[in-house]
């Protein structure tokens, strides 16, 4: 596969948790916590289980930065 998205963290799948239309998938990438929004659809589609190797992979325009 080949992507235009530089940002592919590999991570495993620690939870997935579907609500009516929407998954909420998490992705522990070197102990961080991602969490994914993808429709049910997509989680079947892709045969997603806990305990999966998956890269997270993230587009945005924007990214804040805030001080803590």
């Given at each position: 596969?080949?992507?235009?998205?530089?940002?592919?963290?590999?991570?495993?799948?620690?939870?997935?948790?579907?609500?009516?239309?929407?998954?909420?998938?998490?992705?522990?990438?070197?102990?961080?916590?991602?969490?994914?929004?993808?429709?049910?659809?997509?989680?079947?589609?892709?045969?997603?289980?806990?305990?999966?190797?998956?890269?997270?992979?993230?587009?945005?325009s924007d990214v804040?930065?805030?001080?803590?």
């Amino acid at each position: 596969m080949r992507i235009s998205a530089r940002n592919a963290l590999p991570g495993k799948i620690v939870d997935i948790k579907k609500g009516a239309t929407t998954a909420h998938v998490r992705i522990d990438v070197n102990g961080i916590i991602v969490t994914a929004s993808i429709t049910n659809e997509a989680v079947d589609d892709l045969g997603l289980k806990v305990g999966d190797k998956v890269h997270a992979v993230i587009k945005a325009s924007d990214v804040m930065v805030a001080i803590p």
